[in-house]
């Protein structure tokens, strides 16, 4: 049985740590609380392990995975940022279509209006 069987993080199959039990050891190396020689035989893992693992928090790569939740959540804002812009063009097509009408009713209301103001004898045909 390893040492560290029953810690959390630790998981049995096949030797593997979850990501929030390395940044822990990460960390202890990288505030100074532990050099990697002295974390390497707390925890019995190997050094070269461990330097892996600070190689890779430093890229970035050494993070945990977002969660169901999170990445639900993730979609739910993508999809409303993507209704969101297809308003935003609706609208301006409409404040267009408004427009253009507004200028196309006054345009037809003049029209009207000046031969509504040519007087019309009672005899005339038109």
């Known amino acids: 049985m390893h040492p560290l069987q029953g ?3 630790w998981e049995n ?3 593997r740590f979850e990501t929030g039990f390395k940044q ?3 960390g202890e190396i990288e505030s100074g ?3 990697v020689s002295a974390a390497s035989r707390k925890y019995q893992i190997s050094g070269s392990v461990i330097d892996r693992w600070r190689w890779q928090a430093r890229q970035g790569a050494l993070q945990t995975p977002p969660s169901a939740r ?3 959540l ?3 804002n993508r999809e409303l ?3 969101l812009a297809e308003l ?3 609208n301006g097509q409409l404040k267009k279509l408004g427009d253009w009408l507004r200028r196309h009713k006054s345009v037809n209301t003049s029209v009207i209006a000046v031969q509504s103001l040519v007087p019309q004898s009672k005899g005339s045909k038109s």
Request: aromatic residues 4%; charged residues 45%.
């Open 7 to 9: 810690v959390e993080g």
């Open 13 to 15: 199959s096949d030797a």
């Open 24 to 26: 822990q050891i990460v």
């Open 33 to 35: 609380l532990l050099s």
């Open 70 to 72: 999170e990445r639900t």
């Open 74 to 76: 993730e979609r739910e």
């Open 81 to 83: 940022k993507e209704k």
């Open 88 to 90: 935003y063009l609706e």
